[in-house]
Every structure is written in C-alpha cells, then in structure tokens.
C-alpha cells in the first residue's frame, strides 16, 4: 500500500488499494521498449526534464548560463543546504524527519567561528568538538522521538529552537565575526573559499571511483536476454562514451580543475553516504525501518536503535555543513542558517522523483538540491523581474516532478 | 531440501498469564512442547492464541509464568537464532527484494570494513530458498510475489536463520488452498528433518494432515491437548465446540431456490470485462442468489471482486448495475484493506452507511448511529464488545466481523464478501454462513469470492472458476464434487 | 517597572555642566527645530577625475524590503551616469549566506566594484576579504562597516547621531521628563549604535527623563505583535511610559497599530528611515506615531557610487560618514512623503560633472 | 502499525507494533481510578502542565502576565496562526499535509489591502474574492496531490512560491499600504482592531453553545457503573461548577466583554470545523481516508474527492486568516506570513497531545496555539533575555509534550 506525505513518498494514491503489485511482464516485449519500462528509465523522467530546461536556458541565455565557473560557484555556495538535505534525507529514509538540521547547522556556525577565533581553539579541536555537538543535539533527537515517544514535528521544532537558541546565548545574540589578531586559521578560510582548489588528483580518483561506481551500477540494467559476460563488455563500453562525451561536450577536465574544497567533500560525504546506504547492513536496517517498522522489529532490526543512528548522522551532517558555512562566510550572523530548511527538504524529496521512483537516494538529493538553485539562477540571469522569480520557481518545480507522476499514472 | 535439522532442545511452558490493562487474555497456560513435534494451536478468536506467540517472541511480555528452553529459562525466545517466528502479517518488508528480506537481522557477510558481500550474501539466500523452492525469486521484490510465495519466503528465512523451533501463526489463512498445500508441505518437511513446529489456524485440514498434536485455547485457558493421528474432521470440530453451542452444519435449503431466482432481473451484469489481471469476464448475479467465485492466486480472481464492486474499472467491457443497486464488499486483505486502526469499532462499523443517520441538518445523529452499531456489534459476536474500543486491538477474526458487519449495515442489493471466513474461527464461520442463508433470503446478491472450498459448498448455489483472469461458466453446486473443485483449482 | 533590569537599563543620568536643566531644555528645542528643518551643510567631493569604463554590481539587502529596492534602482542610475555598465541589482534575500555568494560571483566574474545597501559586511567578512584581496572597490550604502570600514567605504549618515537627534526629540516633546523605552538587536550593530546615541543624549541633558533599554531579536519581529512590545505593554502600567523608540519603522508600525489596537492612549512610537507608511501615517494621524527620522538614501547612493569609481581609479576618497539625516514628524511629514530628504537643487549634475559627464 | 511522522501523528513509535492500545476494564476496578485512566484524561497531562506553567508564570510575574487584556490581546493578534493552525489541521487528518497555506495567507492580505484600496472596490466583493482565491489555491494542491498523485511536499512548496509569487507580481513586490483617499473601510479596520468588541450577546451566545457542547462532550466519559439518567444530572452539575469556576476565578463576564471580533471570528470558525469534522459524515470521510486510504476508498468513501475537499478547505481558511491579517495589520508586508507556518504546524501537531490521544483536533489545535504564544509570551515579560527565550521555549514545548508520551509508555 503506497502511502503518501513525508513517511513513503511513493506518488499513486489513486491506484494504491486496487493495485498491489508491479506486474512482471508476462509476454516477451520488443527489448528496447522493455528496457524504456523499467524503473531506472522511468525515474529518470524529471532530470531528463531538468537537463532540457537548462538546455533551453544555455539556448536563451548562452554563455552567461552555460559556464563552468559560475554554475559551480553556485553548486560551492549551496554546498551547506546539500549537505543538509542529505542531514534530512537520513530520517526520512528511517521513515522520520528532523526540522532541526537548520539550527544545528548555525550552532556549528556560530562555534566554529568562535571557539577558532574568540577562544583561539586549534582548529582540529573546533572540529571534533562542533562534530561531537551535532552527535549530541542528534542524540537528544533520537532519545526524545524513540525512547520517550514524543511526536516527530513536536521534538524537532523544540530541539530546534534549543539549538539556535545556543547559538544566540553562546555569541549574546549577535553576530560572530573574528576580530582582528584572532584571524582564522588561513586553511580554513580557504577551505570555504571558491578560488582555492583541491589537488585535481584527489577530483580525478573521485571521477575513476564515479566510473567504477557507474560500471557497477549498471548491472542492475542487464538486459534479460544477455549474458554476463558480453553485458560486462557493453557496461565498459558505455562508461567510456558517457566520459568521453562529457569531456568532448562538457569540458570534464576544466569541471575537475575548477571544483573546489567545498564540492570535493560534498562529493566525499556523498559517496560515503551512498555506500553508508547501499553496501552495508545499516543502510538496509534504515530503509527497512522506514518502509515497515513492524515487519523491520520482527525480522530481527533494532529498529530504535537504527533510527537513533539516523538522527545522529543527520546530526553530524548537519554540524558539518554549518562548519562549512562558517568557513566560506568567515562570519556567524544569527540564524544565519535558517532559511536552508526548506531547500534541503525539497532536495531530499526531489530526490525521490531524481533517479528513483519514490525512494530516497544519496545522489537524487544532491543533484535535485543543485537543479533546483541552478533554476532559479537562470532566471535571474535572464533578468526575470525578482517578483516573477517565484511564481516561475514554483512553477517549474512542479511541472518537473509532475512530469514524472504523469508517466507514472500512464503505464498504471 | 535435504538438510536435516539438530534435534531441537524441548519447551516448557508454565502458568503464562498476561493482562492488557485489567483485561487477563492468558490464565496460566501451561504446555510442554517436545523436540520435533508438529503442534496444531486452535481456538476461537480472540482466544489468546497469538497473545501467546507474541509473548514467546518477546512482543509482548508475559504478566506471570515461565517459560523454558531446555534447562534454561527465558523472558521470551525472540532474538534466538534457533527460534523462529512467523506472524499472522509475515514479518516482510513490501518494497524491499526477497534477498534484502532474507539478510534483515542476520549476522551481516562481509569482504572489507563495513562493505557488504553480495556474493556471498546471494549465496546464502539462495540456500535459504532452495529449501522451499523458491529460488528463483531471490531479486525480486517481495511485493511482486504472490502470497503464498511471500510466506514460504519467511518460512525459508526462519530456517536459514538455524531455526529448530518455529512458530507459525497463522500464515496460510490468507493463502488459496494450493498455496497453503505448499506451505504445509513445506511445514511438514521441516519436521520430518527434525524441527519442532506450532502453528495457528483455523483450517481443520491442516491439522489433521499435518499435526501430531492439537492444543486448544479457549478464553486464554488450555481447553484440550490430544494426539491428532487417529482424529477425524468430525472429532475435532466436537473438541474445538465442546464450549460453544454452535455447530458447524451445512443449512438445509429448499430445492427450489434455482427455480426462483432464474426468474429474477439481474441486479448485476459484467461483459466483456478486461481489468487489472482479469478478464474477459462475463457474469451475471440476480437477487436472491449465491454465487460462489474461485481460483488460483494470480488468477485475477480478486480483481473481479474489485470489478463487481466497482473500486476497479474495467479497462475494456462493461459492468452494468441495476437502478439504485449498491454494492458493498469485504476485502480480502483485512489487514491492509480492510479497517482503521486507531478508529474506534463504532466508527469502522458504520462508515459506509453513514447516510443512514444523517439528519436534516446533515449532522449526524451520534446517539442513533452508536445504537445501531452496538446492535450489529452483539448480532456478530464481535469480542469485546464494546463500541468504543479501537479497532487496531481487535483479534484478526473480530476484525473479519465488524468489516462483514460494515458490508451488513450498507444493507445492498449485492454483497461481494472475498475470503468471508479467513481467520474465523469455527463457531464463526457457521454463524457468518448463516448471515449469507439469511441474505440470500431477503433478496441481496452475494458474490463469495474465496478460495477455501468449504465457502462455495456451504452457501453458494453457483460456482465459477477463474483461470488466468477468464471466468468459466457457472455450474450449480448440486452437480459438484469437492473433487471436481480440485481439479479445476 | 520594576522588571526592566533584567533585560536593560533604567537610568536617569545626571545633568551635565553645559546644557543641564531648564536652560539647556530651551537649546534643546532650538536645535529640534534645526532638526526637523534639515541640515544646511552636504559633505560633497571636489576634485573631478575619469570613472573610465568599468563594471559594477549592485547587491541590496533584500527585495522584499521596498527600500532595498529604491536604493538600488538609484544605484543603476548612478553607475551608468559614471559611465560604467551595471547588470539588473541582485537580491541579497536578507541572507547573508545569499548576500556573501554573490560578492564571491561578483569577485569571480571580475567586476571592478560593488555597491551594497544595508547589507552588515562583516556578517559576510570572507567574501568581503577575497574581494577587497582581488582589488575589487566595495561600497556601502547606510552601513556601518565597523572593523571592515576601509576596506569597504561606507557612505552613510552617522546611526549613533540618528540616536541624539532622536533623543532630543523626545527631551523637547516631553517638556524634559520622556519616558522612553528603546529596542536594540545586538546582532545589527547600527540599532546599539542609535540606542547608545539616544541613551548619551538623554543622560547628560535630561535629568528627569529615563531610558529603559530593551532587547528584541529581528527575526521575532515578524511575529504579530510583535511579542516584545506587547510583553512591554503587559509589563508597563499606564502613564508609565511616554514613548517606545522601535528598532526601525518597519517594526514601529506594527507596534503602532498593537498600540491603537490595545487601546492605550498613554505611549507613541518612535523610529527610523522615514519609511511610507509612517510618513502617511504621520501626516494623516492615523497611527499613535510620534517621529521618525530620515535619510538622504539617494545621495548616500551617488556618494558611494563616487567613492568606488575614485578608488577603482587610484584617487583618494572622502568621508561620507556622517551624513546628515533629518527629523520628522507631523509638523513637515507630508514634505516627504513619496520624496526624500536630500540637497535642493540639481545635486546630481555635482557628480556627474565631476565624473566628466556634465 | 501506527506510522510516526505526518502521516499518522500516534505518537508511541516504540510500542506502536505491539502495543495499541487502551484497554477497557474487565474486573471492576475503583471508580476513581478507573476514571483517571480513561484516553481522555490521560489527554490532558499536557493541557495541566501548560495550565500549571501559566500558574507558575503568575506567582512569578502576578498581573503582568495575569491580565486579561494583555492575555486576550496575544491570542487576538495570533488569530492568522490560530486559523492557519486550523488548514493545516484539515489536511493532516486527511493524511496529507500542506504548505503553502501561509503564502496562500500572504496572497490574500496583498489581495484584500489591494482591492480594497488601491482598486477601490466594495467589501464584500473583496472577501468573496479572497475566499474564491482560496478555493482555486486548494483546488490546484488537490488536483495535483490527488490526481497527478505528485509528492505533497513537492506540490505544496510549489504552489507556495506560485501564491507568494503571485502577492509580489500584483503588487510588484513592495508593501502595500493604502494610500490617503483610498482608506480602507472603518469596519473593516475595526474587525482588525482589538478596541473594537463585538456585541457581548454574540459572545454569550458562544458560551453557551460551549456549555451545551460540554455538556455533549461529556457523555463519552460515562462511568461504565452510572446510568443514563443520573449522568445527565452529573452531567450538568459539573457544566455548571466549571461556568461557575470560570466566573468567580477567571472573571468569564470580563473575558466575554473583552473578546475582539477576531476572538470572536476564530470562536465561531472552530465551532463550525468542530461540527464539521465531528458531526458530519465529511469529518468521518475525511479521517478514514487519513487513517488508511485503501481501506477507505473500499468502504466506499471518495478518498480523492474528500482529500481535494480538505485541500479546499484548507485553502478557504488560510484565505480567511489572510484577510483577518490585513484587517488588523491595514496594510501587506512582503512575505508577511511567512513566518507563520512552523507554528500553525506546531499548533496542530500540539492538538495531538492537548485534550488528545494521538488525533488532531480543533480546540487542541486553537488552544496549543495560544499556549504557544502564552509560553513565549511570559518569558518575556519576565524579561529572559531573547536569547535564552528560544532555549526555554524550546525546552518548555518538549517537556510538555514527553509528559504525556511518558504518561502512555507507563501505562504499557
Ligand atoms: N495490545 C492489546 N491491548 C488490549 N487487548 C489486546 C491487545 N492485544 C490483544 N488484545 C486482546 O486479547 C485477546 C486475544 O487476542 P489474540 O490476538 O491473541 O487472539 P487470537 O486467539 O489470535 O484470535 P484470532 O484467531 O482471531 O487471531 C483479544 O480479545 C484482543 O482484543
Ligand atoms: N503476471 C504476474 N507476474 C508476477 N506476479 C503476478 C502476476 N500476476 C499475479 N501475480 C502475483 O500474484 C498475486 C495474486 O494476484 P491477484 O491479486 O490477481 O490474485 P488474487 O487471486 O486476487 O489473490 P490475492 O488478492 O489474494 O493476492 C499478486 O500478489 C501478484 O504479485
Ligand atoms: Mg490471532
Ligand atoms: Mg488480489
């Protein structure tokens, strides 16, 4: 029975009493459209929508769009609401949510800026201690929504409020910037600074681990007629073509060399994330608590236990990125962090209709989070009126994601 | 499927008493299982019988009483990987693959780090499996497999996990006859190898093809603990009725009920139908009918029940109602399907007919509407009886009845009851085929799609079989044998 | 009231040797006057030199405030009268994570200078130092730039003498004995700074007034009410209080309508930057308003806009710091309503000759 | 199996597998305790700790905080929230959930300022409009939730940017106030202000239909021993101890005098959502389809057409808080309500635990609201620092809260 709302997003209320099971099909079908219907290709419906509204805007807009520095500069920016909608996407998984991923992401702000230049911490210490804060508010998170069985909205709205009310007694209500002679550490600064860049090795080794990760991915896709053998041959095949492509059309090289600190650990987190998700058993513990806490219990999952973690990952996530927050403003300013909350609610749901039909994934929320920034960007480069901006926005949004509950009701 | 099983250690169980708030459903069970046995659990719903499975697995805690695994003694058997437990819901997560099924809670297979080993993971599921034949369903998603399959799936589960002991609550009264033959066969297999096996349900079949010993919870007391070899059918409908006045007997009918209703206007009429899994479906139901559905799963069998309904439509063909016919059904899920946990009985017993008691201003009219719904809820017996109670604490055959009392209060033209009396117990089931006497007297149509056979010998005058979504020609019940059903199903 | 302490402080300083007493209270009504007359003096620049041709962004606070978007309509003006080029203004949404990320685009796509309204730069201190480190110019529009002024060039009318002409106001309407209670943010600098101008006012000329002060967060002030000020209103009996110095008059006219809405005849509000409502307000009566003090936003803008093209082209800047800000209330209110406070006369053709565009 | 989280808010996740239920007595046991145990006592542990907060706030502060003006003038100035509290609460019973009902607020101030000043047209026109805004903005969340099936959340944040949008192109993005000339009605300003009182007959009647309503009320907590008749005479015994109370404690007559049209407004639209969601068969409709949609559509109920209803609905009401704000702001802000959304939600989750076991209500949703902004409100009165107010709030709603969860897992 698909549910819908934050618990299982899985669209088709209609059809969800009457129609129990995706059907295999029964009579061989011609296998170009069989490999159409599957899944995989289906969910895949929205990005294709997103590549061409961005296509339309490099159309309109040329190069002012469709320029390697600024649109990452965009994703570097936003790095912290990625990282918060993976913070989010974690509960959500476990069949939770957590409003206040936002507020522990300024707390962090706040103590990373200030225990580095108020206090004169070195800078490992500032770390491991903000780290440690946001296992702590995930603790408490987990404690008061598992153990103590207080409603999920209730006890995140409050430890939410209780984290940024730290935030504000810890800096008496004002902004946090250093003052002179308590600089911050020049590594970190740079750390949050999009003009300096990582070693491009340590981009390349995350490039050849994407390929890999695609080459395994891709068996999922096999063909039913194929054998192993010729499918481990065309995996390498497409996985060449794909990079070349993206080296020949997007300039891949000049993507490496340019991406900086903030997008290298966004891509390191997210690939601990996806294999946090899929290669180990607690991935599995949290997608089955979050799909039937009960049958997870039976089968032997400790379900609290497993929920508990996902709040403290999502409390850890959330820490780092307001560490990562203070180190590209230099500054605290109250709250700052706030407004993320429904960015990265949105990128953990995009990435349900992203990729996937109706689960949560580590890379669907992530792209989903950049696609959503990059729409809005391309209308203020296109001089949309600011008032307009909205109503386009929201607009948009739906339209991609609708795009593909609409495929979906087609084939139902 | 040669395995054997190390003999299991023996179970001992002494004075078990549990209480919900200030209701006792257990006094003081007392039950001895030795290793190897095949134990059939029976007794009426709400009789306690999976109170007492839950207790053993640790869902619940017992309120007295102890419980002893060989010279051990426990709190409760859960998370012992030599005990395995299979509820009335399987324990299986939907969206998931049956391989991500198997490894849940299970020592994890490594290569490096936290890195899971999917090799071997598969090759270990595919042991499980082979077990009860189902290996080809490792990658599939549980929710893609027919019920039956679903249960073998946690059965294979239990034993791949080392399991000795198994409990089984349940498990086939949701399955078609076949399926639960496989079930069974599978069961019955385990303890040949070896493994000590208690199973619940309410099929007298079951127990006596399978079971060494029957045990009979009545009112959370233990009523009859007997060998069953040498029991026949008629033996163990007498122990499980010893306390009951009912008896399970088919109700005489006139021969001339098939005279009159060829005679009636159809109230309900399918051609040509094609829906879902189903179809072409051709049918034609008239008032004071009873007409018996059945098949395989997968057949499409109840997306004809949907069609009939009307909750499907069809994608080609038409179904006809007659003027103001209504149409009302019990769905064959009732766990997912069927009621709303956290609303009271009261409010799942009258919500289709809320027009019943609507007064001029459009309210409702409580007090009237509580009445009618307290009278309904004493009609069917529904234990406990209260109105007010939610309707997520109900037993699974109490459940069946305020659904079926729901269906009663529409008070329709044509009934469409799938599975009317699975996981009923047996005073239950003669007194539901007595409702169905009972409509068929005041004129309704009843469409009784089941796939227990007893259903379509007991009430139907009629009897179709759906195969592969084509429905055949009625054929009246008289001209019937039990055997044909067989070799049709 | 006897609660104030704990969230201010209560006091009612002793006169000074100058302007104490009765005596000092008729110099301060004098230089209400003068205030509300607005000032005679505009610091300007005098040295023309070649803007050239370069390219600035201009980033206000956030468009959902109306006057972030004025001021940065002005600034198009002014830059493309320097003949420079000048995308459409950016929005800065209020955020200063949005606020630092388009510094950081502006730095990145090698623009010459940016020009920023009401933003607190040092909210944004790394994109403030990448840029300043990459030569960009950056200029703020009624800002206090505090420990980044110089490396940012504000040009700005002074908050904390906001605060004095604010306190003489209330000195000389209350015949010397004011009541006054005033919000402050300590996360927004230049309200402490008007607080502070009010409270050195009030403590060495008006013996028998007191100040309370009170914090407010800005983020609350959304709430209805908003809860400060009608906590205030719980807590104060009637007469207690003769006016509440709002934080700005995007807050004061909510707290105005709570006020009439409460029904308490007792307090009028007070605030800052002479926003529409208010001056409708005032002119009309229509709200308990008592003053509000304006600034010459567009001349601030041109002034800013003069300063980065002289640095951008090596020439040495001047101090626009302090400048001049007028008092309203009834009396000249209608004045400026749909009009700003600022220079009479062509004031821009000062610039633009200077600029060599005359 | 209770789901957690939007879905289905029964707040013990721990024992929900297991352990459902409140159990009715089979022995007989004391009266009185018997009685203490019943759901509906067991409720109100979170409605006594805020009440004994609200106690302790007066011996802390006396006539400061315990004032009926000041009090009344807090819950007169949150009537937008109140009522927004109230659209949320419609669509989570129905087991969705919606948000953009605060830009659909912020849409309807713009709207109702705008027409009425700028455009000048009459008032009735201008309401009936902003209401007919309302229903169009829930008929767009319902077609696409229920019939494109596109994720609520994705949806609902869509069509909030859509409505906010939509206030910032009508009046290109800038505040509206009216301009002198075009001055809004008196009346309408004056429903808006809190001088302004409704006749204090409008006001008994209210209260009398509130003790007729108690009296109603009470006889779902008939002692299982009583009979009918001497019930009834309890019945309006305690009716009449509790007015009397009332009267002498809190000085009823006082607070019906001072009660605002708002007040009066929130009163009556509450009454009329009580009746709805209680005594008609649309409440029953609507809380089967939330409880389990596929159960629901087979028992015959339009689960698509009642949840596009509550969709409506909610949109109405959210229309109406709009227009309430205008009238008591007299002109729009941008963005005005948008703050307003994680307290409507806090409001209606809050109904869960006030007066309540596990289900949303309608007084549990108006009076956890004004609890809310009486908590906060008394903080700062008693002047706590504003950043300690978020600490204590934070802490204060938890607390509140687990007392009662805490109170369900002993009883398990
Ligand atoms: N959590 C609970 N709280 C209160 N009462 C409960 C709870 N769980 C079960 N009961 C009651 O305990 C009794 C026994 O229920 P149980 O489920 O064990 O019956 P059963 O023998 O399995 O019946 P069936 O054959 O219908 O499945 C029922 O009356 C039921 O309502
Ligand atoms: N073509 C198919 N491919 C794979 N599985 C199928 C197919 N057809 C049916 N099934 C499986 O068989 C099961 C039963 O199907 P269906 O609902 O039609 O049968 P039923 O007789 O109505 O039984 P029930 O409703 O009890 O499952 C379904 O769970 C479905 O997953
Ligand atoms: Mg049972
Ligand atoms: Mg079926």
Redesign the pocket.
Known sequence: MAARGIRTPAPAPAGAAQA???????RPAPSLRRFLARPEIEGSVTFVAFVLLFAGYGIWLGSSFLNIDDRLLDVHQNVPILLLGLAVMVTLVAGAFDLSVASMATLTTFLSIGLASKDGWPFGLVLVVCLAVGVAGGLINGFLVERLGVNTFIATLGTSGLFVGASKVYSSGTQLSPLPGHELPTWFTDVGSFSQKPPAAVMWVAVALAAVAAFAALERLKPAGRDARSWTVARVGIVAVVLLVLTVAANLPKIVDRCSYLVAVTIIVGAGMWILMRFTTYGRYLRAAGANRGAARLAGVHVQREVMKAFVLGGVLAALAGVLLGASQGSAAPDVAAGFLLPAFAAAFLSTVVFSTGQFTVWGTIIGGIFVVWTSQGLIIGGVAPQWTDVVNGVVLVAAVALSALMKRQKA | MTQSIAPAPPLNIRGLTKTFGSTTVLHGVDLHIGPGEFVGLMGPNGAGKSTLIKILDGVHTASGGTIRVGDETVSSLGGRSDVGFIHQDLGLVESMSVLDNLRLGERPLRTFGPLLDHRAERAAALAALERVGLTWAVD?LV?????G??ALVAIARAFGRGARILFVDEATS???VADAARVIAALRENAAQGATIVMVTHKLHEILDATHRVVVLLDGRLAADQVTAGMDRAALVDLLLQHEAAKVERVPRGADTTAGRDGAAPVLEISGAFA???GPVDLVLRRGEVLGLT???????????FLAHGSLRPARGTVRRGDGVRVAIVP??RETQGGFDHLSVHENITLSSLGNWTTKLRLLALGREKRDSAEMVERLNVQPPGIDTPFGVLSGGNKQKVIFGRALLQRPAVYVL??PTRGVDVGTRSEIYRLIEELRDTDAAVLV?T?DSEDLFAVCDAVAV?ED?RLSESRPIEHMQPADLEVMV | SSNDSSSGSSQAAAPTATTGGTAGLAAIKAQVAKDKAGAVTWPAPTEAFDPGSKKAMIIACGFQAPVCVEAAKEGVKAVKAMGWTTPAPQDGQLAPQTQSGLVNKATQQGYDAIVMYGIDVNSIKAAIDQATAKGVAIGCIVCNSGALRGKVIDATPDFEKQGEQMARYLIAKNDGKAKVAAFQDSAFPQTSLRVSGVKNVMSSDCPACSLSVKQESVAETAKPGPPAFTALLSATPTGKLTDVVALYDGIGVPMATTLKSRGRKDMVIDGYDAEQPVLQALAGGTLPYGATIGSPVNYATWAAVDEVGRKVAGKPTWDATALPTVLITKDNASKYIGKQFQPAGDWQSTFTKLWGKG
């Open positions: 129990p099971a995706p059907s295999r099909p029964a | 599939e929710a893609a497999l027919a019920p399959e679903q949701t399955l078609p879902g899994r189903a098949g395989l799963p997968g057949s499409g069998l109840h997306d004809i029940a064959p899920h799938c599975e799609v796939s759906v979504g």
